[in-house]
């Protein structure tokens, strides 16, 4: 028995730990975001003063809405695209009988190895090709294809009870309706999944809209705050007050969809 309560009192110590590793950094990140900028580099935990000019900089002087508008649109499009166009191919390979199917499952089950760099230099004369730089659609549309996405959706499918659909077509249900009226209702815990998840990598990408959008108009987030910099001097308040902005969403997100994020994968199993 006490054994057990020592073991116990162990486990909490270790996760209490752990939560005061991970949420250190973020309370440094908030607090010195409230700081002057000559006390940046304070270690103080707690400042003689607190101001909220920085936020009030990154919006008047800097524009940042701009940016994190341009972040939204793309990271909603995005979402709501994907979830749209991989679901309806998810439907159709794990519900449809046609030659060639498992090939062309594998198919895009081989995209997944390509790592971007690979891809990247194509990719961008193409969009370079059709006149797609410096426009959030260039950001917008190569960032839909997901085939992770449709290995999630498609292996949820397969767990679906066959007699649903057969229920449904002796009712006279169209392909297009069971796909809307059962499919995707008893599929919301991994599309809730994905949503987060699609939200989430796209709110918080660099790389691709640093080439594509080079015009300052069409920054995103996180390629506004890498240009919080000067010729001589990097504005590390400027910085900070905008990463807790872009931080804030991706947070919230969390929150409400931390459920469906456990409940997706776990209910996803690979099936035949």
Same mark, same amino acid.
């Given at each position: 028995?006490?054994?057990?309560?020592?073991?116990?009192?162990?486990?909490?110590?270790?996760? $209490?730990?752990?939560?005061?590793?991970?949420?250190?950094?973020?309370?440094?990140m908030i607090i010195s975001s409230l700081k002057p900028v000559t006390q940046i580099f304070d270690l103080r935990l707690i400042p003689d003063t607190i101001t909220f000019s920085n936020y009030l900089d990154i919006f008047t002087k800097q524009k940042f809405q701009v940016f994190v508008l341009n972040s939204s649109i793309i990271s909603v499009s995005v979402t709501v695209i994907s979830l749209l166009i991989h679901s309806m191919s998810a439907f159709a390979l794990a519900r449809l009988r046609f030659p060639g199917r498992k090939f062309i499952f594998l198919l895009i089950l081989s995209t997944m190895m390509i790592p971007f760099s690979v891809i990247m230099i194509p990719l961008f004369i193409t969009?370079?090709?059709?006149?797609?730089?410096?426009?959030?659609?260039?950001?917008?549309?190569? /960032?839909?294809? /997901? $085939?992770?996405g449709?290995?999630?959706?498609?292996?949820?499918?397969?767990?679906?009870?066959?007699?649903?659909?057969? $229920? $449904?077509?002796?009712?006279?249900? /169209?392909?297009?309706?069971?796909?809307?009226?059962?499919a995707l209702p008893l599929s919301k815990p991994i599309l809730s999944t994905l949503a987060a998840m699609y939200f989430i990598g796209n709110w918080n990408n660099y790389l691709w809209p640093l080439i594509v959008t080079p015009g300052r108009k069409f920054w995103v987030i996180q390629v506004a705050i890498a240009n919080f910099k000067g010729e001589h001097a990097v504005e590390w308040n400027l910085i900070l007050a905008a990463s807790v902005v872009a931080s804030l969403p991706v947070i919230v997100l969390f929150i409400f969809f931390q459920r469906y994020l456990v409940e997706g994968i776990k209910m996803t199993g690979i099936k035949d």
């Open positions: 028995m006490r054994n057990n309560k020592l073991s116990q009192y162990i486990w909490i110590c270790v996760g $209490a730990l752990l939560a005061v590793m991970f949420i250190f950094p973020i309370y440094i969009v370079r090709s059709l006149g797609l730089t410096n426009n959030l659609l260039g950001v917008i549309l190569p /960032s839909i294809p /997901s $085939a992770f449709i290995f999630l959706l498609n292996q949820f499918l397969l767990g679906i009870p066959t007699e649903l659909e057969e $229920a $449904a077509k002796v009712d006279g249900a /169209s392909l297009f309706r069971i796909y809307r009226s059962i």
